[in-house]
């Protein structure tokens, strides 16, 4: 399975940005997709996963102002966000595995097996 992240830029504070991530293979609509990011000097960390059954789960920092949604036809995951906030600022990778992941894995790098090139996200204040 390959990647292919896209939709990242520049936006202000307060701003929304949706970006995106395309994925090949036939399988798509069974994988467990998530959302990460890391900021300069800052470990990856984990902003958002959705399962096979939709569910979703979203890291503290983002809940409520993030969404993940997949396209299953369109072989595509998304991460709308809004009221965006300079501590945003980050490249964004898209990631995916094959198993249905419980939920208390679902947040876990270490859960996935395919991961993208990543887009940058920049949030200015």
């Known amino acids: 399975v390959q990647l292919q992240a896209s939709g990242g830029g520049l936006v202000q504070a307060g701003g929304s940005l949706r970006v995106s991530c395309t994925a090949s293979?036939?399988?798509?609509?069974?994988?467990?997709l998530g959302w990460f990011r890391q900021a300069p000097g800052k470990e990856r960390e984990f902003v958002a996963a959705i399962r096979t059954d939709a569910n979703t789960k979203y890291a503290a920092s983002v809940k409520g102002r993030f969404t993940i949604s997949r396209d299953n036809a369109k072989n595509t995951v998304y991460l709308q966000m809004n009221s965006l906030k300079p501590e945003d600022t980050a490249v964004y990778y898209c990631a995916a595995d094959p198993r249905y992941l419980i939920l208390s894995i679902m947040g876990l790098l270490s859960s996935y097996t395919y991961w993208g090139q990543g887009t940058l996200v920049t949030v200015s204040s």
């Open positions: 293979g036939r399988t798509f609509s069974s994988y467990s």
